[in-house]
């Protein structure tokens, strides 16, 4: 029996000689079980299904055996060399035992195959975001800096540093950050609902994971946002008042 089925079955922790009731199918009337050892939880059938209460039967014990059975092997030996060592030993005992092999990693990969594809799918797009991200920032904040021109020239005369230019350029590009941070952890966590059965081993509302993206967008815009902030902060305050 597995680790989590004596306490579903309220056994206690140390279940070892307790025994539990096995209901009567069509085929085997109600029997009662004493368990002489536990082993660690697993999963069958899927592994997004929550661990189960796991008997193990001696196949002598059991009065309802399955036509089909799965054996686990633990080996060093290649998959040839060890399909190769079962064949053999089947084939002694008997020559109508047939079996398929195949490898419990592949067949994990395999089940998580949407999984991965979602992954894949959503990394590229992250990463395509970015880079809109950073072109509409360095592109909007340009078109900001030209246009405010004869403003940052007034202020410059007047007596402004060239810090309190840069920083009025940064606090612009801080407002488009808090708009787009807003938006954003909106439709993402409105979207996290539909993209939940995607995953596993992942919460679709991870604290961290919004936070990273937090922080890499705020680092996009400074970077999108340092170049032209540094350029108003050297605007010749004659010559914006003149090209007005």
Do not use: C, W
């Amino acid at each position: 029996m597995d680790e989590h089925s004596p306490k579903k079955l309220g056994l206690g922790a140390n279940a070892i000689g307790a025994r539990f009731r096995r209901e009567a199918t069509p085929s085997s009337p109600e029997q009662v079980d004493q368990i002489v050892g536990l082993v660690k939880d697993t999963k069958y059938h899927s592994i997004r299904r929550p661990d189960e209460p796991i008997a193990y039967l001696a196949l002598a014990q059991d009065k309802d055996p399955e036509n089909n059975m799965k054996v686990l092997v633990r080996s060093r030996l290649s998959m040839d060399a060890v399909g190769q060592a079962i064949r053999t030993t089947l084939h002694g005992a008997s020559s109508g035992i047939s079996f398929d092999l195949g490898a419990l990693q592949d067949q994990i990969q395999q089940s998580l195959l949407a999984e991965r594809l979602l992954a894949t799918l959503s990394g590229f797009f992250g990463a395509l975001a970015v880079v809109l991200a950073m072109t509409g920032l360095y592109g909007v904040m340009p078109y900001t800096v030209t246009e405010r021109r004869t403003e940052i020239g007034i202020r410059i005369a007047l007596g402004a540093q060239r810090a309190n230019i840069t920083a009025m350029i940064l606090g612009n590009a801080a407002t488009l950050l808090a708009a787009g941070l807003v938006l954003g952890a909106g439709l993402s966590l409105a979207a996290a609902s539909a993209a939940g059965s995607l995953l596993f081993g992942l919460k679709p509302r991870d604290p961290a994971t919004l936070a990273g993206a937090a922080l890499l967008l705020a680092a996009v815009t400074v970077v999108a946002s340092l170049i032209p902030s540094m350029r108003a902060a050297n605007v010749n305050p004659i010559d914006s008042l003149r090209s007005e």
